[in-house]
DNA sequence: AAGTTTCTACTTTTT
DNA sequence: GTAGAAACTT
């Protein structure tokens, strides 16, 4: 039985321990915030006495809250029942499952991503003739979304100017499209549960009783609709502990509103403040480095961050000449690092502002040889063969999905066109009823000749064309069909069975690579299917859909594979590594071009340089190139303003190279030789393993030209070489030696 | 209806 | 440099 106090320093252990009324935590990066609120929780079940069900935890990502969960069962000895922990979206999705009949809703209810939502923007603009020239359909879209996160419906809108006004037309006429289809997207997540909240008494009332104590973690990203929720939640207890470090908040664009911080202080004027400022990630000269960088921001309160773990080795600043040598730079730079003994390849991350800097990048350690990680990029569940497949799920568990139908119902092609689709929408729109309903009427008028017109003065048989009918009938048997198996099937047995009705598989698999990698990918999915089978088979289907639309990619980042992690900065927030790569810091990449013109938007870049940088323990390094190329034309980059934040007295060998007065003729000739330096080398050859460490982590898939698929269940450095065991199905377990076997590593780039 | 080509807009970040 | 939509052809 450990002692739960013990090991917190006296900031956190005042913090942990006082249990009543409203706390605001501010917390600097690395100060144990997780720490903090783990034991807090840990203390109120074992010290206080307080029943786990009585505790309501959340966090913004799912790998934060599993993370918490983990820990507190850890420190507890013991597993937990009862206690809600959770993201925000994924903890109003289930309020909203359990009270759709308060909240207006179907229980079945489906949930619309980003991707899901343009559709029906599109329709919305479509219905109200207007042009998608001019209403751009991603500007709709993050004015719903804005105006949701704000509690905003299209009732309660007040339009500034007149295209806000049709904005507001398009928003309503989106909702009433949502609702036809049993759906709700992100927003609706938040807001509705808010609303419920507000003008339901008695639903608040539960949900006070039963909680007794909230936590919530990375305030400073709440937007308002979750900051509402959160203050309904607490109540006249007022038991609110928030954590928040206002020097983090990168999610503006997404409408978190970090001055949430300063309406909680006004909100709960006797709440107890508590300042985490010692560090237990970084090396002072990193501390000094992020301090620099963020100290020129106004509106927050100064944070000494100090740490006892001594100043460790000087930052590096490298120019590069372009995006080629830069990327090259931090593969060998790793290397070097590895071979010296003074990192692992997993304690390694390259962090860069858009997704797009990925791609120089994995060319450089495809190039070398060396494994990596890829976070986002693209994101396994917005791929279209997954999408797909959802879609036929999400069908069958909700019909009147009209985005997910629509999507589907000529996947593969079986001859229902465009034109056949748009009458099907329009009729149904006109009877009032979903696209599904729509095909059953269809059906029980079939044989009946015109005599059954509607007032849109059109009956089903005279709209489509007999071939086209035949069609849209044969894909509602086909839906029936499903539907009714899905009772009995496990979700993974269903996707199956819809694959195979479907003839998905052959159609996919026209022998590209292409092909095979996205028939891949869906048995992916059908493995995280898998997961849901020990489920009730009633409830199996929708769980997983609901949980499938609320994860993100850094929840499945495999933590073992001892390779090198390349992520978005945004994604590193709440991350660590022992040696931090953060490249494109020039005017225009970091900060962002976009934020030229919004001083808040310029402050939020800052602050995304500072998550960077914190996340590094022992080196960190600040990489610039010359020039880069950037969509068809390529620029000449300016190094970025942060960087001449950073003290010179941190950075060793400050300005290694020049490449300002080099000629633009020259490029070629340069880029030549450097490629050239660097030779490619194949995956297995022992070259790159002496420098690389092990090539296939256990769990890695791989291919085999003799034994096929299989699954690295052990590996281990011999001399120059690298023994792998492998299971491979049916044909049992196989010692291989890496640089004679051809093993070929089947790399799921970003799923787990 | 489906397969071509051409054009366009997009690349900030994500629950 | 790409993906998706629109325009055009078969």
Redesign the pocket.
Known sequence: MTDILADLNPAQREAVTTVHGPVLVLAGPGSGKTRVLTHRVAYLIRECGVEPYRLMAVT??NKAAREMSSRIERLLGSELRGLTIG????TCARILRREAAHANLSPGYVIY??DDQLRVVRQALKDLNLD??RY?P?VVRSFIDRAKCELLTPQTLEPRTHPEEVARRVYERYEALLEANDALD?GDLLLRTALLFEQEAEVLEKYRRRYHFLLVDEFQDTNMAQYRLIRLLAGERRNLFVVADEDQAIYR??GADYRNIQRFREDFPDHKLFLLERNYRSTQTILDAANAVIAASPYRTPKRLHTDKGRGPLLTVFEAYNEEEEASYVVNEIQRLVSQGLATPGECAVMYR???QSRALEDAFIRHGMPYKLV?ATRFYAR?EIRDALAYLRLIHNPHDSVSLERVI?VP????????LATLAQWAGELGVSQYEALQLLKENKGKEGTEGTEGGLSPPMLFGTR?QKQLLAFLDLLEGWRELAGRLTVAELLGRVLEDTEYESWLRDGSEEGEERWANLMELRTVAADYDPLPRETALATFLEEVA?V????NLPETAEAPTLL?L??AKGLEFGVVFIVGLEEGILP?S??FDDPE?MEEERRLCYVGITRAKERLYLLHAFRRSR??GDDLNVPSRFLKDVPSRLVQGYGTRRHGDRERGRLGEGERQRQEKSPSLSPSTPASLSQVGPQFAVGQRVRHPLFGEGTVIESSLKGDDEEVKVAFPGKGIKTLLASFARLQRLDRSDDS
């Not at 092609?413 to 056949?420: K, N």
């Not at 993100?552 to 929840?555: F, G, Y």
């Open positions: 913004f990502t993201t925000f979206h994924a991503d980003e998608e020239k751009r991603v992100f664009f997404r858009t997704n797009a986002g279209r000529n092609r079986r001859g229902i066109g465009e034109r056949s086209a609320l993100a990619d850094v929840d978005t945004h994604s962002h976009r934020s938007q969509y068809g």
